[in-house]
């Protein structure tokens, strides 16, 4: 069964940072598309980052400003996503989601476009 566990997320002040973990089991593809998605109250599933399998190519969130970056670790089978500067519309909670056999990179943002999720993790940026 694929598995996708995220770690990391907390309660932090506007300015701090966090580091999101996102360890995945349980599938070996050769090329895919795995990254984080945030839904805060009442909002819609966005995308905020993701980074490819195959050549590490990555992929933000207009939002994101440059304060946060994505990462990989293959040896470990694992997914980081770096979050400096945080804001207060930060807040949600954080899924990391595959999407197994990509597609154009024009839909890789979307969460319609990935097939396994994560639970997710809470992330609180308090004012």
């Known amino acids: 069964e694929v598995q996708l566990v995220e770690s990391g997320g907390g309660l932090v002040q506007t300015g701090g940072s966090l580091r999101l973990s996102c360890a995945a089991s349980?599938?070996?593809?050769?090329?895919?598309?795995i990254g984080w998605f945030r839904q805060a109250p009442g909002k819609e599933r966005e995308g905020v980052a993701c980074?490819?399998?195959?050549?590490?190519?990555?992929y933000y969130a207009d939002f994101v400003k440059g304060r946060f970056t994505i990462s990989r670790d293959n040896a470990k089978n694992t997914v980081y996503l770096q979050m400096n500067s945080l804001e207060p519309d930060d807040t949600a909670v954080y899924y990391c989601?595959?999407?197994?056999?990509?597609?154009?990179?024009?839909?890789?943002?979307?969460?319609?476009?990935?097939?396994?999720w994560g639970r997710g993790t809470q992330v609180t940026v308090s004012s």
């Open positions: 989601a595959v999407e197994a056999r990509p597609l154009l990179p024009v839909v890789h943002m979307y969460a319609r476009a990935h097939d396994y």
């Open positions: 349980g599938f070996t593809f050769d090329d895919y598309i």
């Open positions: 980074i490819s399998s195959r050549d590490g190519s990555t």
